[in-house]
């Protein structure tokens, strides 16, 4: 039992690295875009890079903590995938369908509460 425990939480460390690299790709490209529409003279949203890439971090901080700590892990790539859509919009579907999978496999992988070992 506790090897397919280990499987899940290490899925969860790989997915959501994962996405969190494809929302730092997006975050970027984002950002570059943007920038080269402004310096050419086209008014476009605002858009906060900073807290896009801070967001992104976050996400890699859960799923780093994910194999050792589900519930931490997986609140933080939830929270990371919710906050990249009011950051950058509906593009954010792509890191979050990662985040979120991630933050799925790190919570059902969590350690059962004392009261169920029995």
Same mark, same amino acid.
């Given at each position: 039992?506790?090897?397919?425990?280990?499987? %899940?939480?290490?899925?969860?460390?790989?997915?959501? $690295?994962?996405?969190?690299?494809?929302?730092?790709?997006?975050?970027?490209? *984002?950002?570059?875009?943007?920038?080269?529409?402004?310096?050419?003279?086209?008014?476009?949203?605002?858009?906060?890079? $900073?807290?896009?890439?801070?967001?992104?971090?976050?996400?890699?901080? %859960?799923?780093?903590?994910?194999?050792?700590?589900?519930?931490?892990?997986?609140?933080?790539?939830?929270?990371? $995938?919710?906050?990249?859509?009011?950051?950058?919009? *509906?593009?954010?579907?792509?890191?979050?369908?990662?985040?979120?999978? $991630?933050?799925?496999?790190?919570?059902?992988?969590?350690?059962?509460?004392?009261?169920?070992?029995?």
């Amino acid at each position: 039992m506790e090897v397919f425990r280990a499987l %899940g939480r290490f899925g969860a460390l790989l997915v959501g $690295g994962l996405g969190a690299l494809v929302a730092m790709i997006i975050d970027f490209a *984002w950002g570059a875009t943007n920038a080269a529409l402004n310096i050419s003279g086209v008014d476009t949203k605002h858009y906060s890079a $900073g807290v896009g890439f801070l967001l992104a971090l976050l996400g890699l901080l %859960g799923a780093v903590a994910a194999p050792f700590s589900g519930i931490v892990g997986a609140v933080l790539l939830a929270v990371a $995938g919710i906050g990249l859509f009011f950051i950058m919009g *509906w593009i954010a579907i792509f890191p979050a369908i990662f985040l979120f999978l $991630g933050a799925f496999l790190a919570y059902i992988d969590r350690a059962p509460h004392p009261s169920q070992t029995r």
